[in-house]
């Protein structure tokens, strides 16, 4: 009978070290790749989504690099955000360089940390 409770145990540990969140749907000013944006400091936003089954999860940290090119964005010339601890993940005040009229911007998120601690890759690149 001691069998049923350990195997429930190390399948609940199994699955929280796969658990991790994904950001999905970037959005600025509350648009998909917007190709004209009239605001200086930019609002960005984005949803997380957790894996089938992994109900529960929270966002407790983020990362945001913006860069005038994707080749740009693994050391951004724009602005990295470094590890910012919250769970906010909409209208995420743009804080980086100055921004210039018909300026190309290429950004992506990351989650730092959620209810199990995982990290995730880098979101897809938004605009």
């Known amino acids: 009978m001691k069998l049923i409770p350990t ?8 699955l929280s ?5 994904t950001l999905t ?4 000013e509350y648009m998909d790749n917007p190709t004209v944006v009239d605001e200086t400091t930019p609002h960005l936003s984005w949803i997380n989504l957790a894996k089938p089954g992994e109900r529960g999860q929270k966002q407790t940290a983020y990362q945001i690099r913006v860069a005038s090119t994707t080749k740009k964005l693994k050391s951004p010339d724009l602005w990295n ?4 601890l919250s769970d906010q993940s ?7 360089k100055e921004l210039r009229s018909r300026m190309d911007c290429f950004w992506q998120g990351q989650d730092l940390g ?6 995730s890759a880098w979101s ?4």
């Not at 955000?81 to 910012?84: A, E, H, L, R, T």
């Not at 959620?114 to 990290?119: D, F, I, M, P, Y």
């Open 25 to 28: 749907k970037l959005t600025c």
């Open 7 to 14: 195997i429930l145990l190390l399948l609940a540990i199994t």
């Open 90 to 96: 909409n209208r995420i005040t743009y804080g980086g």
């Open 114 to 119: 959620h209810s199990h601690g995982k990290v």
């Open 17 to 21: 070290l796969h658990a991790q969140l």
């Open 124 to 127: 897809p690149v938004a605009t």
């Open 81 to 84: 955000s470094g590890k910012i």
